[in-house]
């Protein structure tokens, strides 16, 4: 795997949500790239901060743009291991990141079930990498629940 490269990113967002499946949260992980480096990490925080808004992407959107000093996160990838919710879809929007990588869908809560219009029109979607790891974790989880 080359280093830097998508698969090299959304693997680092796959640890973050590894280490969310361990504390007993969703397992779901983001990063925020920058130039090709990590600026923001993290993972679901909705059990342990009590807070129903702390999902990984709101966690790593609010830590990158401390990082950077803007709330404006131009120039920045966000790697995510699951489709993003219509509020993280929100917050995508009025951060104007230019490009979001989502490995599995989410079929039942994503934001494509509302369209590509709720991102910024200036941020461009790939979606499907890793898809067997990011929806493997996912099914996992919960299968351990039942």
């Known amino acids: 795997m080359e280093i830097f490269s998508d698969e090299y990113f959304m693997g680092k967002a796959l640890e973050q949500a590894q280490i969310a499946a361990e504390s007993g949260e969703i397992p779901v992980g983001a990063v925020i790239v920058c130039n090709k480096q990590i600026i923001a990490k993290s993972y679901n925080q909705t059990e342990m901060l009590n807070d129903v808004t702390a999902h990984a992407e709101m966690l790593a959107i609010t830590s990158a743009a401390n990082y950077l ?45 509302y369209g590509k219009e709720m991102l910024h029109p200036k941020t461009s979607i790939a979606f499907g990498l890793k898809h067997e790891d990011c929806a493997h974790i996912i099914k996992d989880f919960f299968q351990s629940k039942r």
């Not at 131009?74 to 490995?103: D, K």
Request: aromatic residues 14%; contains cysteine; neutral net charge.
């Open 69 to 113: 000093g803007s709330k404006y996160l131009h120039n920045c990838e966000l790697f995510v291991t699951l489709e993003p919710c219509p509020m993280c879809a929100g917050a995508i929007f009025w951060s104007q990141i230019n490009r979001l990588v989502y490995g599995a869908a989410d079929d039942k809560r994503g934001f494509m079930n």
